[in-house]
């Protein structure tokens, strides 16, 4: 099997869906759910499905003034963080537009003139890079336990390929608190260079995360298969043959085509993928695989229709549905992660009995009830 795909032999696995940045209670969690997993003489997995940069999740409500205090709170309190931030220079961005990439920079400032600053974009963006700190931090250091396993997203590799489509913003002050100078930030940004970034060992530590996981009957993974996907896997020789190929485009980095944003297995995100529509793709995929569920993340979503019901505020009466995971079609073989935590969405596990029918959901009180199915 290929180095990037992670092969179970549990017999319990416990699965939770994109971070964004929540990384501390995403690690709280998991360690409650461990505690009560050997309490129950359980052999159990942990899997984490990826997108641990790129935090969206800002308190309401909330102003220029308390921003500035809640960054200066958590600068004192996360591990290794005030060090992270003083005496380095860090990217301002203060004339963004939206629109521009070459020529967005307005200068090179300290942390605190950018903490001090009355513009609500850059506040926001200290903030929510002070979150993805904190979740590298947790994350790296929970990994010592063999059998927690961290899934490569989506918005791990806009980090690492760099010209970030995602949050640029916040990964210019990220960048910044892992130690690179505002001008390896700048060329990272503007022309991608994962060469110099890969020098910090917790972006080594992500570029190593596996973009696969398998127990014997559920394919774990960020995204999920394209609509074309299964006839590539045939063309290719099986899926095996498929996953190696994978190990083979890694070597190139997240700028190979098999990587893709919004056309590949990490972001399936395009009409002709849309899931609800073309439920085959997902049942060819798992024959392929000869395994019975796919389990991603990537998407609170996965229920509806692309268009209006993505906007979530045309979709107020359906919000528990994007906060819950849940067990949907086909065939209620495809397991829904995602539970918005980047839009302040609420803590859930799935635990899977490997060989059976049973997937439970697990909220943040560790209250047990059988997966949402529609």
């Known amino acids: 099997m290929s180095i990037y795909t992670r092969e179970l032999t549990h017999d319990v696995v416990y699965s939770i869906g ?3 940045g929540r990384g501390r209670e995403v690690v709280e969690f998991l360690s409650g759910l461990g505690a009560r997993a050997r309490a129950a003489g359980e052999h159990a997995a942990f899997v984490q499905l990826g997108d641990l940069c790129d935090c969206f999740t800002l308190p ?11 960054i200066r709170r958590r600068i004192e309190t996360v591990p290794g963080l005030r060090a992270a931030v003083d005496g380095r220079m860090f990217v301002d961005w203060r004339l963004f537009d939206g629109s521009l990439r070459e020529g967005e920079v307005r ?3 300290t942390a605190e003139t950018l903490i001090e600053c009355d513009v609500p974009k850059v506040l926001e963006s200290f903030y929510e890079a002070t ?4 979740t590298m931090h947790a994350f790296v250091a929970a990994q010592q336990n063999d ?3 961290f899934v490569f997203g989506n918005h791990d590799a806009d980090l690492l390929r760099g010209h970030s489509d995602y949050g640029r913003q916040q990964k210019y002050i990220f960048l910044g608190l892992l130690g690179f100078g505002p001008e390896e930030v700048v060329a990272h940004m503007q022309r991608g260079t994962p060469e110099v970034i890969l020098r910090h060992p917790w972006m080594k530590w992500l570029n190593e995360r596996p973009h696969m996981v398998m127990s014997r009957d559920t394919v774990y993974m960020h995204g999920g298969p394209t609509g074309g996907l299964a006839q590539q896997i045939a063309a290719l020789g099986g899926f095996e043959r498929w996953a190696e190929m994978l190990d083979d485009a ?3 980095g997240w700028e190979h085509s098999a990587f893709k944003e919004h056309e590949s297995f990490l972001s399936p995100d395009g009409a002709p993928n849309d899931w609800v529509n073309h439920p085959a793709c997902i049942l060819d995929f798992l024959h392929l695989a ?3 569920y796919l389990a991603v993340g990537h998407s609170p979503f996965l229920d509806f229709e692309k268009g209006p019901m993505i906007d979530l505020a045309h979709a107020d009466n359906l919000r528990h549905l994007f906060h819950t995971p849940a067990q949907l079609p086909p065939e209620r073989r495809l397991i829904k992660h995602d539970t918005n935590l980047k839009r302040g969405g609420e803590m859930w596990a799935c635990r899977h009995e490997v060989g059976t029918d049973c997937w439970t959901g697990v909220n943040a ?3 047990c009830t059988p997966l949402r199915c529609s």
Request: proline content about 3%.
């Open 107 to 109: 200068g090179f400032e």
């Open 18 to 20: 994109d971070a964004h």
């Open 365 to 367: 009180q560790f209250e």
């Open 250 to 252: 890694r070597t190139v």
């Open 131 to 134: 979150m993805s700190f904190e």
């Open 290 to 292: 000869q395994r019975q």
């Open 147 to 149: 059998d927690v396993i």
């Open 60 to 70: 309401e409500p909330h102003d220029n003034g308390a921003l500035r205090a809640l």
